[in-house]
Every structure is written in C-alpha cells, then in structure tokens.
Nanobody, 129 residues
Framework: QVQVVESGGGLVQAGGSLRLSCTGS????????MGWFRQAPGQEREAVSCISRSGAGTYYADSVKGRFTISRDNAKNALYLQMNSLKPEDTAMYYCAAVRSGRWASYFTPSQVTDFDYWGQGTQVTVSS
C-alpha cells in the first residue's frame, strides 16, 4: 500500500523559512514522480512544485519561483520543499503527492492535480504578516 506522509509545517512570520518533508512507503520511490500541492480555504488545490522520478525535471508555479526549492533523496524515500521568503499568501494546507511514472522518460514532470494518484493528509503552513 503506497503511503506518503508530510511533516514540517508550522507558523512563521513573513520573510521566514520552512522546510517541508515527505516520506514515502510501500513504493519503489525512484519509480515515482512527486509533487507538492497546496489548498487554501475556499480555493482549489494547486500545484506548487513537482519533480520527476530521477530529479532531473522540475516544475514551479510562477508564484513560488525563486523562493521555493524542491528536492528528493531516493535513497531515503524522501521529498523536500525548502520555502524561503514566505508571504502571507503562501498560507495553506500543503500536500505531498506521488504518481508511478516508470513508463515516462526519467525527466518527465507531471504538474496537474489529476496526474497524481497518491496523496498525503497534508501539513499546515501559516505565514503571519
């Protein structure tokens, strides 16, 4: 059974940093593309950043480019999101997601909510002004 579990959320002041982590189990981690998504109250879930199974391909939403960095450690079954220069508008529940992508090129990076099959429970990020 594939499971992904997020950690690292919290309350931070504007301009601060947080590092989110996601650990996968029940899967061959380097066979899966991974992503970070977020959802604020009353809004649709949106992609923040995604990474191909090899790590060679990445996607960033325009709103986070230059501030957030996605990375993965396949040996540890781990996905990370380093978030710097946080803004109040980054406040949301952040979700880790996974999709088996062995049939795609190793650099292929899915980035739509509907592309992903497995989701974590989420970790709350709150940025105060």
């Amino acid at each position: 059974q594939v499971q992904v579990v997020e950690s690292g959320g919290g309350l931070v002041q504007a301009g601060g940093s947080l590092r989110l982590s996601c650990t996968g189990s029940g899967l061959t981690f380097d066979d899966y593309a991974m992503g970070w998504f977020r959802q604020a109250p009353g809004q649709e879930r949106e992609a923040v950043s995604c990474i191909s199974r090899s790590g060679a391909g990445t996607y960033y939403a325009d709103s986070v480019k230059g501030r957030f960095t996605i990375s993965r450690d396949n040996a540890k079954n781990a996905l990370y999101l380093q978030m710097n220069s946080l803004k109040p508008e980054d406040t949301a529940m952040y979700y880790c997601a996974a999709v088996r992508s062995g049939r795609w090129a190793s650099y292929f990076t899915p980035s739509q909510v509907t592309d992903f099959d497995y989701w974590g429970q989420g970790t709350q990020v709150t940025v105060s002004s």
